[in-house]
Each structure stands twice: as structure tokens, then as C-alpha cells.
């Protein structure tokens, strides 16, 4: 199985800690975040990955080699310009799109830890022949995905908005907080006509609204934290040393 990782990005609300590294070094309980993400990737059967790579790129490479890329394939993808999520992932469409690829593949923040169950998460995309199935929770969020009446995405909405965006009808609509973590089937690279630097959730948005299938995995049972600032770092290495266990 193959994944891709986000690393791509400057860290700015990890400073002081980026300063002088990428987001994907800063550590955690002694792990960088890399690590922590390819130690989970590796524990649910990925074997290969692509690492979208800018701020301080030559760190992550020679990190990489340092530790003989942890006994995966790892290819990396730079990005001269940030290109995003969706530009990231769209740059790096070939990795995905050699051989077979037939199977669907995982799209990881690597500012992000969590004990969600992957497995459980692909079942669940096979089962439902979803185009992207989303790891989501109920809980606070500045920005929120919006699910409709048959679970699938129709909309967002920021936080403090009372007026949601909806691409397709809804009576109801369930707010739900992303968490970061995408099972994507390999035809929906090619669906991607957004160019240049773009986030994946507007190509979502944009194929929902054509009634395609993206739907939500409730991961609110698993332990999870974004780790975009200093204090959310501090908190996380606090939670592994007491009761949390990664994968």
C-alpha cells in the first residue's frame, strides 16, 4: 500500500521550534513527527511513500538517509512554491499512478498524531465504493466539514459562521471536524482540475456538488491532537508518557 505524507509546509505557528527545522523534525517524547507518522503508516501495511517537501527540504532528505528511510520506499516531492494540499497531492499523482493502482492509497498531515485505526478506515472506503473517505470527530474546530441527511459531504463552514457554504442541498447538515487523514481512490487524481497552489478540500467540495461520493469515518472513539503549535507538542509528549499508545 502506498501513502503520502504532508511536510511541505513552513511551520509558522510552530515557532520558536521551526526556527531552525521543518515541521516533519520537530519531536515529540523524542520522535520527530516524521517518524511518529511512518511508524503508523508501516504498522497498517504501507510500504511506500511520498513526502512533499519545502521549508528546510535538505534536512528531511538527509534524515531520511540517516535512517535508511526506515526500511520503506520513499520517494520525495519538492515544492519550489507551496502548492497546498491539493497542488501537493496533484504533483505527486505519478507516485500513485504507476503500475496497477488499482488500490486505494492514504493522504497523512504529518502534524498530526493519532491511535485511529486505518484499517478500519480502508474497510470502510471498500465497503461504501466512496470516491475519498475523511477521518472526522465531533468536537471544536475553527473550520467545519458538512455532512448531509445520507452522510456524504455537501458544504463547510467556519466556526464563528452562521451561514454554512453548501454545494448540494441538505435539511439537515452534520458539522464535523477534520482530522487530517484521507483514503483516497486513485481516480480521483485525474478528477483534480484545479491548477497551481490549491486546497484539497475545494476539489471535494467541487465533486460533491457533482454527486460524488465523499464521505465521513467517525473516528471520535481514537486519541487524537494537531500538533501545530508548541503547547498542542508539549501536551501530546505528556499524553504518550502517561496513558496514550500510538500505533
Known amino acids: 500500500m502506498k501513502a503520502m505524507i504532508l511536510a511541505a509546509g513552513l511551520g509558522m505557528r510552530l515557532r520558536p521550534l521551526t526556527d531552525n527545522r521543518p515541521k516533519a523534525l520537530v519531536e515529540v517524547g523524542g520522535r520527530t513527527l516524521l517518524e511518529i507518522t511512518l511508524s503508523c503508516l508501516r504498522t497498517f501495511g504501507v510500504r511506500q511513500v511520498i513526502i512533499n517537501v519545502h521549508h528546510f527540504a535538505d534536512m528531511v532528505v538527509d534524515y531520511l538517509n540517516s535512517n535508511d528511510n526506515f526500511g520503506m520506499r520513499i520517494e520525495i516531492s519538492r515544492e519550489d512554491i507551496l502548492l497546498d494540499t491539493g497542488g501537493g497531492l496533484k504533483q505527486a499523482a505519478w507516485f500513485f499512478l504507476e503500475g496497477s493502482a488499482e488500490g486505494p492509497f492514504i493522504l497523512h498531515n504529518v502534524d498530526v498524531i493519532s491511535t485511529i485505526d486505518l484499517d478500519r478506515m480502508l474497510q470502510a472506503h471498500a465497503a461504501s465504493r466512496a470516491l475519498v ?14 455532512f448531509d441527511e445520507n452522510n456524504e459531504l455537501c458544504g463547510r463552514r467556519s466556526g464563528g459562521d452562521k451561514v454554512p457554504e453548501l454545494v448540494r442541498s441538505s435539511k439537515n447538515t452534520q458539522p464535523l471536524a477534520f482530522s487530517g487523514i484521507h483514503v483516497i481512490s486513485p481516480r480521483f487524481l485525474p478528477m483534480m482540475s484545479e491548477q497551481g497552489a490549491f486546497s484539497i478540500i475545494n476539489s471535494y467540495l467541487r465533486l460533491a456538488a457533482q454527486k460524488e461520493k465523499i464521505l465521513p469515518f467517525r473516528a471520535d472513539e481514537y486519541y487524537w491532537r494537531d500538533l501545530g503549535k508548541p503547547e498542542n507538542v508539549a501536551q501530546a509528549a505528556q499524553d504518550l508518557g502517561e496513558n496514550v499508545s500510538l500505533p
Open 133 to 146: 473517505t475523511l477521518a472526522v470527530q465531533d468536537r471544536e474546530t475553527s473550520r467545519y466539514l458538512l
